[in-house]
Each structure stands twice: as structure tokens, then as C-alpha cells.
């Protein structure tokens, strides 16, 4: 089951500009342990955050809780191949989250730091883009 909104404002949005630090979605909010991006101006595929969401549940076998902090919400269009330039934008090819330095990805609770980091660790293999792993600290 790959990600997609059930509705949108605009079926096709322009590309923009990916640059800059993350001011929202950057701390660690739910879980224990958290996957966050160290670069910037790459879309993150639908694809590419399903087949992560599958490598971390399956390493922690499904205990614990794997909260997805991205949602792919802007609509890619591609036009056809050997087609001539001109008569409109190409219809939506696929759904992309917009990422930027130091947004939160994945987080993890409830599993052993060891077993999260591991799970982490494939998770980020996964993904087109370089990632951090950050333990949670509690202050009291």
C-alpha cells in the first residue's frame, strides 16, 4: 500500500526550490530513537518511505511502535517519452515528500535501543538520501 492523500487543493504543483534547514519536525516527539535526514533538495518517494516502513517493522518484529513522520503530498508529473515539447504539463507520475535538513523520518518506541538502531541502520539504506541517527534524552 503505497502513501498517496485521499484529496488535494491542486491535481499538479510546481517543482520549487528544496533548500534550507527544518523548522518544523525536527525534534523527537514520540519515540525513543529517530531517523533524520543530514541533506537536503531530494524528494522522498512514496516508494521509497514504504519500503523503509516494511525493513523497520520487520526488524523489530512488529513490537514496539514505528511512527512515519513524512507524508508524500506533492504530485510529480512526467510527460512521455519522445514527446515535443509544448501542449502542457505531463499528468502526475507519483506522490514525493519534500525534505529538508534535519527533519525527522522515522521514530521508534518501545524496542530495545540496540534492536531501534539496527532497524534504523536498514531502514536508512532504504532511502536516496544520507541520515542521522538520534537517541532521545531525557531531561528531568
Known amino acids: 500500500m503505497v502513501l498517496s492523500p485521499k484529496r488535494i487543493a491542486h491535481r499538479k504543483v510546481q517543482r520549487g526550490r528544496i533548500k534550507g534547514k527544518a523548522t518544523r519536525g525536527n525534534t523527537i516527539d514520540f519515540g525513543d530513537i529517530a531517523l533524520i535526514a ?10 521509497h518511505i514504504e519500503a523503509a516502513r516494511i525493513a523497520l517493522n520487520r526488524k523489530i518484529n512488529r513490537k514496539g511502535k514505528v511512527w512515519i513522520r513524512v507524508f508524500p503530498d506533492k504530485p510529480i ?18 506522490w ?16 530495545d535501543l540496540v534492536i531501534a538502531e539496527k532497524a534504523m541502520r536498514l531502514a536508512s539504506s532504504k532511502l536516496p538520501i544520507k541520515t542521522k541517527i538520534i537517541h532521545c534524552s531525557f531531561i528531568d
Open 38 to 47: 543530514i541533506e537536503c533538495s531530494v524528494l522522498l518517494t512514496a516508494r
Open 77 to 94: 508529473t512526467k510527460k512521455p517519452a519522445e514527446t515535443r515539447m509544448g501542449k502542457g504539463k505531463g499528468v502526475p507520475e507519483f
Open 96 to 111: 514525493a515528500s519534500v525534505i529538508k535538513t534535519g527533519q525527522v523520518l522515522f521514530e521508534i518506541g518501545g524496542v
